[in-house]
């Protein structure tokens, strides 16, 4: 099946190499467009815009495809499924780490995309008003409760999947990569479309990128002042 993986944030869909390799050992056709500007600063109708634009040239206007989304990816996927009419092609979307009830963290980014993920936004009320547009489509939502990018990190554990996992990663720009999350939406997609060739164990075969020396550390250290930060300036609200 077709299969488009829309990135987060920040990023392009090289993030999503692990699970590529491991759809397409499983005979899966992958898309994986990189969305401009990455860092969504029109807007995430205008990220969608772009994701319908890229499916329709490539896919055509009525294939069947499943969506990966991550982050902010998902948001865009489901404003593309949900807005823009792609929800009727769509078998199957998996949601890893989307901010469903939007993210604090979007209050420290500039650009209407950051505005858009804000808890309470317009955006997020549109989607949540007409999420029974999914209602044909299978849904999987993929979190860790250890989230600090997307804050708090329970917004990621989106009511409308019939599928939530919890993987406890360490950070979230690893859950694209997770082995648990991979293996898990290649045994879905497999389920779904009965094309399996071999059964993927839960926790083996994909590796997650292994952290190394002072990078990850310091990654680690700026995450947990981020997330003290957050904490100390929203604690008058709570």
Not at 80 to 87: E, I, K, P, S, V
Not at 150 to 177: D, G
Request: hydrophobic content about 40%; aromatic content about 8%; proline content about 5%.
């Amino acid at each position: 099946m077709n299969i488009v993986l829309v990135h987060g944030i920040f990023d392009s869909g090289a993030i999503f190499k692990h699970l590529v390799c491991a759809l397409e050992e499983q005979g899966h056709k992958c898309w994986v467009p990189t969305l401009k500007p990455s860092d969504g600063r029109r807007g995430i109708h205008d990220l969608a815009l772009k994701l319908k634009g890229y499916i329709d040239e490539n896919i055509g206007p009525n294939a069947e495809l499943a969506l990966v989304g991550f982050s902010m990816g998902c948001i865009v996927s489901r404003q593309y499924m949900q807005n823009l009419g792609g929800a009727h092609r769509t078998k199957a979307f998996f949601s890893i780490s989307g901010p469903h009830r939007g993210t604090l963290t979007a209050y420290l980014y500039f650009g209407q995309g950051a505005k858009d993920m804000r808890p309470g936004s317009e955006m997020l009320r549109s989607l949540r008003q007409s999420e029974n547009r999914l209602s044909e489509v299978h849904l999987f939502a993929y979190w860790t409760s250890r989230d600090i990018m997307i804050f708090p990190a329970s917004s990621c554990s989106w009511s409308a999947a019939s599928h939530v996992l919890n993987v406890k990663a360490m950070l979230h720009r690893f859950m694209p990569s997770n082995r648990q999350v991979c293996a898990d939406i290649v045994q879905q997609m497999n389920s779904l479309t009965g094309c399996s060739k071999t059964r993927l164990p839960l926790n083996d075969n994909i590796e997650s990128p292994r952290p190394e020396g002072r990078g990850f550390l310091d990654t680690l250290r700026g995450s947990l002042r981020l997330r003290k930060t957050l904490v100390s300036l929203t604690s008058p609200l709570i």
